[in-house]
């Protein structure tokens, strides 16, 4: 049995084990717990019973997340969009102009028809041959955007950040930002030493001691299911200047922070080495993203994506589709058990969500920020993920400036400007270059190796200008190697 399970999810062969698989599993769901408390909250408001959301959430995440782990081979857990959930809530069912406010029943077709939308989309191979045209320094901004993303998540979680400030740390109530600082410094500590489970352990001991303290160990544990918010949806009397906006947003942010999640939770996990790498298995998570809208829709939920707190579970190990089936069969139990998970408390899971965003930071250095027609979308995609709480919204920004600053920056402005400037000076423009090199006498074996670039700046009307690396005219190897530090005028009177 253990042998054909591994043949299957090819765990072996990407590295990992069962036991591994189903501890990231675990961990996966413990850390996406909090949304059993959350989702009913902000579902309840525009008038769903949260009794139902809890169900209709089960349901939802279990569904979807087998599709992407029994036909995908991913470790994704597929989860509701708290950002959609709200914008279900707030932006159409108590939006500020009440005339153009929906019932629960037509926000809920809406969800469903964007989930057909989605479906169709996916099957279709639209979405994965698209992405292979989002450029590399995007799909990078994406990974680290997230990563800022869950940060900023994981200190509003452990209330240490309040209304965009740091709060006051020294009061009363401050104990809960202690607990989940100590929290990060352990989990810190157990990853540093590649302990197994750490994270898990840290999710468990900060959600045990807070129950501790505040004396709030949970009451009940076993709940029967109630569902009775089942195909309530109403799709009569549709008005397409508000259902058409509507329907849109649900489909574009899903689709764009399920492509983005695709990538850069793949590159966590090992499954593609470079962004421009196309994901296996990964059309099934989109699949699983319009199948469990759907169901989501039936069940009274807001839509399903991927959930980008299953970071979590990748970094303990989880590599497979096992790890996402681990999940899955949790979220059923939680039909049965949602007391007890849903009484885990969002400070438990603040520690790891910083210490993921933390460790999403590395591809940094694989942006070629010198280059401003790179550096601008890639930091536009990565700020605004953080601030605006919204991955779509990083991505947007990041390849519609793409577009533009392409657009202003093209081969054809370069000609432009060379004609209409005087060329007869820029030929006579001082170059000025600052190369690094080792003292004189210094062999080859102990002088920068031979990739070493030094930057050069160029002197011109404007100034000194950088951004272009190498040796310099006509500098050899053997001459960085014999020549000192020195400051050489390059031009047409040397």
Same mark, same amino acid.
């Given at each position: 049995m253990a042998d054909a399970i591994d043949d299957y999810f090819k765990i072996t062969e990407r590295g990992s084990s069962i036991s591994t698989e189903i501890r990231a599993g675990l961990t996966s769901f413990l850390t996406l717990s909090y949304l059993l408390l959350v989702n009913p909250k902000v579902m309840g408001e525009a008038g769903i019973p949260k009794e139902d959301v809890v169900t209709g959430t089960c349901i939802s995440c279990c569904l979807s997340t087998i599709i992407v782990g029994l036909f995908g081979n991913l470790p994704f857990v597929m989860a509701p969009g708290l950002g959609l959930s709200a914008f279900f809530t707030y932006g159409l069912v108590h939006r500020a102009d009440p005339t153009t406010a929906v019932s629960w029943q037509k926000a809920i077709a809406y969800v469903g028809i964007s989930g057909v939308a989605m479906l169709l989309l996916s099957i279709t191979f639209l979405v994965e041959r698209s992405m292979k045209y989002v450029p590399n320094h995007i799909k990078l901004g994406t990974i680290i955007g997230i990563g800022m993303l869950l940060a900023c998540i994981g200190f509003e979680s452990a209330n240490l950040i309040k209304d965009g400030q740091i709060a006051n740390m020294f009061d009363s109530s401050s104990w809960e930002i202690w607990l989940s600082l100590g929290g990060l410094m352990a989990v810190g500590t157990l990853s540093h030493y590649n302990v197994k489970g750490g994270i898990l352990i840290g999710v468990v001991g900060v959600a045990v %001691?807070?129950?501790?303290?505040?004396?709030?160990? $949970? =009451?009940?544990?076993?709940?029967? $299911?109630?569902?009775?918010?089942?195909?309530?949806?109403?799709i009569s009397d549709f008005n397409p200047s508000i259902g058409l906006p509507a329907i849109a947003t649900f489909l574009l942010v899903a689709l764009f922070d399920c492509s983005g999640c695709l990538v850069g939770l793949s590159m966590k996990a090992g499954l593609i080495t470079n962004v421009a790498e196309s994901v296996p298995g990964g059309t099934w998570a989109l699949? @699983?993203? &319009?199948?469990? =809208?759907? %169901? !989501? !829709? +039936? *069940? &009274? +939920?807001?839509? /399903? /994506?991927? @959930?980008?707190? +299953? *970071?979590? &579970?990748?970094?303990?190990?989880?590599?497979t589709g096992l790890t996402a089936l681990t999940a899955a069969f949790l979220f059923a139990l939680s039909l049965f058990f949602s007391p007890l998970f849903g009484a885990v408390p969002a400070i438990a899971s603040a520690p790891v969500l910083i210490l993921i965003g933390s460790m999403m930071m590395r591809e940094v250095g694989q942006i070629e920020w010198a280059e401003t027609r790179v550096a601008l979308p890639a930091f536009l995609t990565i700020s605004l993920m953080p601030l605006s709480h919204s991955i779509s919204n990083g991505v947007w920004f990041g390849l519609g400036s793409t577009i533009l600053i392409g657009l202003s920056t093209h081969k054809c402005w370069d000609r432009l400007f060379k004609l209409c400037g005087d060329s007869e000076e820029e030929e006579h423009n001082a170059h000025v270059s600052f190369r690094v090199m080792t003292p004189t006498g210094s062999s080859p074996a102990t002088r920068p190796n031979a990739g070493f670039r030094a930057p050069i700046f160029t002197q011109s009307r404007g100034g000194l200008s950088g951004g272009r690396y190498g040796r310099g005219r006509g500098a050899s190897d053997e001459e960085d190697a014999t020549r000192p530090l020195m400051m050489t005028g390059e031009g047409d009177g040397d």
């Amino acid at each position: 049995m253990a042998d054909a399970i591994d043949d299957y999810f090819k765990i072996t062969e990407r590295g990992s084990s069962i036991s591994t698989e189903i501890r990231a599993g675990l961990t996966s769901f413990l850390t996406l717990s909090y949304l059993l408390l959350v989702n009913p909250k902000v579902m309840g408001e525009a008038g769903i019973p949260k009794e139902d959301v809890v169900t209709g959430t089960c349901i939802s995440c279990c569904l979807s997340t087998i599709i992407v782990g029994l036909f995908g081979n991913l470790p994704f857990v597929m989860a509701p969009g708290l950002g959609l959930s709200a914008f279900f809530t707030y932006g159409l069912v108590h939006r500020a102009d009440p005339t153009t406010a929906v019932s629960w029943q037509k926000a809920i077709a809406y969800v469903g028809i964007s989930g057909v939308a989605m479906l169709l989309l996916s099957i279709t191979f639209l979405v994965e041959r698209s992405m292979k045209y989002v450029p590399n320094h995007i799909k990078l901004g994406t990974i680290i955007g997230i990563g800022m993303l869950l940060a900023c998540i994981g200190f509003e979680s452990a209330n240490l950040i309040k209304d965009g400030q740091i709060a006051n740390m020294f009061d009363s109530s401050s104990w809960e930002i202690w607990l989940s600082l100590g929290g990060l410094m352990a989990v810190g500590t157990l990853s540093h030493y590649n302990v197994k489970g750490g994270i898990l352990i840290g999710v468990v001991g900060v959600a045990v %001691i807070y129950w501790a303290a505040t004396s709030s160990f $949970p =009451t009940s544990i076993v709940a029967m $299911p109630v569902e009775g918010s089942f195909l309530k949806f109403d799709i009569s009397d549709f008005n397409p200047s508000i259902g058409l906006p509507a329907i849109a947003t649900f489909l574009l942010v899903a689709l764009f922070d399920c492509s983005g999640c695709l990538v850069g939770l793949s590159m966590k996990a090992g499954l593609i080495t470079n962004v421009a790498e196309s994901v296996p298995g990964g059309t099934w998570a989109l699949v @699983a993203s &319009g199948a469990g =809208t759907m %169901i !989501a !829709a +039936c *069940t &009274g +939920c807001s839509p /399903i /994506i991927i @959930a980008v707190e +299953c *970071t979590a &579970g990748i970094l303990e190990g989880g590599k497979t589709g096992l790890t996402a089936l681990t999940a899955a069969f949790l979220f059923a139990l939680s039909l049965f058990f949602s007391p007890l998970f849903g009484a885990v408390p969002a400070i438990a899971s603040a520690p790891v969500l910083i210490l993921i965003g933390s460790m999403m930071m590395r591809e940094v250095g694989q942006i070629e920020w010198a280059e401003t027609r790179v550096a601008l979308p890639a930091f536009l995609t990565i700020s605004l993920m953080p601030l605006s709480h919204s991955i779509s919204n990083g991505v947007w920004f990041g390849l519609g400036s793409t577009i533009l600053i392409g657009l202003s920056t093209h081969k054809c402005w370069d000609r432009l400007f060379k004609l209409c400037g005087d060329s007869e000076e820029e030929e006579h423009n001082a170059h000025v270059s600052f190369r690094v090199m080792t003292p004189t006498g210094s062999s080859p074996a102990t002088r920068p190796n031979a990739g070493f670039r030094a930057p050069i700046f160029t002197q011109s009307r404007g100034g000194l200008s950088g951004g272009r690396y190498g040796r310099g005219r006509g500098a050899s190897d053997e001459e960085d190697a014999t020549r000192p530090l020195m400051m050489t005028g390059e031009g047409d009177g040397d």
